[in-house]
């Protein structure tokens, strides 16, 4: 089995910076895409931040400019950086990943926990 376990999250005051993390663990033969989504309460989860195994990346167009996203292979982590944060960032942050758990076989997703962040003064 594969577990994702999120940290990072918090509280923070508008223009602040936050460092998500995401790490993979359990039987795990490789990892393709690795992703950021969030939701918001009375809203449908929604896409952050996107990034392959080669490290290309795309953001929605909400926190371009604003977040990074990265990974460490070695680690099977990815990060996502949050800096110039607004309130309408608020929501719980979950990591996706696609992983390839026995060679051969098809990639599944997992999801990890979520983490909370907030935004407020």
């Known amino acids: 089995q594969v577990q994702l376990v999120e940290s990072g999250g918090g509280l923070v005051q508008p223009g602040g910076s936050l460092r998500l993390s995401c790490a993979a663990s359990?039987?795990?033969?490789?990892?393709?895409?690795m992703d950021w989504y969030r939701q918001a309460p009375g809203k449908q989860r929604e896409l952050v931040a996107h990034?392959?195994?080669?490290?290309?990346?795309n953001y929605a167009d909400s926190v371009k400019g604003r977040f990074t996203i990265s990974r460490d292979n070695a680690k099977n982590t990815v990060y996502l950086q949050m800096n110039s944060l607004k309130p309408e960032d608020t929501a719980v942050y979950y990591c996706n990943s696609v992983v390839t758990v026995v060679a051969g076989t098809f990639p599944r997703n997992y999801w990890g926990q979520g983490t909370q962040v907030t935004v407020s003064s």
């Open positions: 359990g039987s795990i033969f490789s990892i393709n895409a």
């Open positions: 990034i392959t195994s080669g490290g290309s990346t």
